[in-house]
């Protein structure tokens, strides 16, 4: 492989990791298992390349760890919202309190209690 077949292939990856980073910015997560397989194709062919330097992954480096960081971000904000739909789901079922004894205690709410958006 020549210098120039693995710059191109650093670029391709560069490029594709700016767009994993729009993507994950803008919270399209749908769009990162479409870009995962060509990313691992990438980074497979760049691993195999004899004349690669460590110098020339740096920026791909940083990029990379970016991309963690923020897909690390948008994991935390899902199960936020996943332990807060679950805490709501609680509270339509009823409300939960504790004693002076420290029992707990559960009254169940009745009707089809409805959460109202207002604007």
Do not use: F
């Amino acid at each position: 492989m020549g210098t120039e077949d693995l710059d191109d292939l650093i670029a391709s990856l560069d490029e594709l990791l700016e767009l994993e980073r729009g993507a994950l910015v803008r919270g399209e997560l749908e769009q990162l298992g479409r870009m995962t397989e060509e990313k691992e194709r990438l980074v497979d062919r760049i691993n195999a390349a004899p004349d690669l330097r460590r110098d020339q992954l740096g920026s791909l480096h940083l990029k990379v760890t970016r991309n963690q960081a923020l897909l690390s971000s948008a994991l935390e904000g899902i199960r936020a919202v996943a332990h807060r739909m679950s805490e709501l789901r609680k509270v339509r079922q009823g409300l939960e309190t504790y004693d002076s004894a420290g029992h707990k205690q559960r009254y169940a709410t009745s009707g089809n209690a409805r959460l109202e958006k207002r604007a």
